[in-house]
């Protein structure tokens, strides 16, 4: 069965609509990643590429999952792990894939170095993660990307698609930067939920209040890291233990990067 990290249901949180609670993170991050779906439909093609279609998976800073339950979706046959230090993110995963033995939750801190002795293999085909390692430093980084290279097995991948800004290409980056935050103001003035305002409700629903304020003491306000290139990203990896790495899609202001154990 899925595994917990954030304790058992409450007679609220076993009433709750965790579906609604993952549609709805959806739906607030299509709001900020237009192309959320293309990447990842691309990160599933280079799985299914590089190790086929029943392949062992870590999901990596997996919040609600949002990668898990594509991954499921395509490939029956998959299996999951999930890892993050989010409370809330993971109590709205657990829900959504209680039951399915394909599926287990860790709680674990990136940052600690030891981070790696809580997952319950030494092994994956392919660790993905998305949108997520942007809050860590380039120095931070580089040694988690080392740590992952030490868990995907021989011919295994790594993916990241993340905000990977080419600083050399100040004038292009202003400009795609304003027409996607023109394109956010009409969405938002008809109605979309920001990051904020989506934190905001899940601090009022009984089921996600408690976990919610304590992601609030671990993490604080969102803050982000310094966001190198795509270049930095290929290069850290091989850097790190992979063999080959380089990026496989690209928006004017994210990449995809993989790297080939």
């Not at 809330?88 to 657990?94: D, H, R, S």
């Not at 940052?111 to 092994?123: G, N, R, V």
């Not at 496989?248 to 790297?259: T, Y």
Request: with cysteine; hydrophobic share 40%.
């Amino acid at each position: 069965m899925a595994g917990t990290g954030t304790g058992t249901e409450t007679g609220a949180e076993a009433g709750t609509n965790w579906g609604a609670w993952q549609d709805s993170w959806d739906r607030q991050q299509q709001w900020y990643l237009p192309d959320r779906e293309e990447r990842f439909q691309i990160m599933l093609d280079m799985v299914e590429a590089v190790v086929g279609p029943a392949p062992r998976v870590l999901d990596l800073a997996c919040g609600t999952g949002s990668i898990t339950d594509r991954l499921l979706q395509r490939f029956p046959d998959a299996t999951s792990v999930g890892v993050d230090l989010d409370p809330a993110l993971l109590t709205i995963a657990e829900g959504t894939f209680a039951g399915d033995d394909r599926v287990t939750f860790v709680t674990a801190d990136l940052k600690d170095p030891e981070w790696t002795a809580a997952l319950p293999y030494d092994s994956y085909d392919a660790v993905l993660t998305a949108t997520a390692l942007h809050w860590l430093y380039s120095e931070p980084l580089a040694t988690l990307y080392g740590q992952v290279a030490g868990l995907v097995r021989e011919g295994g991948v790594f993916m990241n698609a993340d905000h990977m800004p080419d600083p050399a290409t100040p004038g292009i980056n202003a400009a795609e930067r304003a027409l996607r935050h023109r394109r956010m103001d009409r969405a938002k003035a008809e109605g979309v939920l920001d990051w904020k305002e989506w934190w905001q409700l899940a601090a009022a629903d009984p089921a996600l209040a408690a976990p919610t304020a304590k992601r609030f003491e671990i993490y604080g306000e969102h803050a982000d890291g310094d966001m190198p290139s795509a270049e930095w990203h290929a290069q850290s990896l091989r850097d790190g233990g992979f063999s080959e790495a380089r990026v496989v899609w690209a928006s004017p202001s994210d990449s995809l990067v993989l790297g080939l154990k």
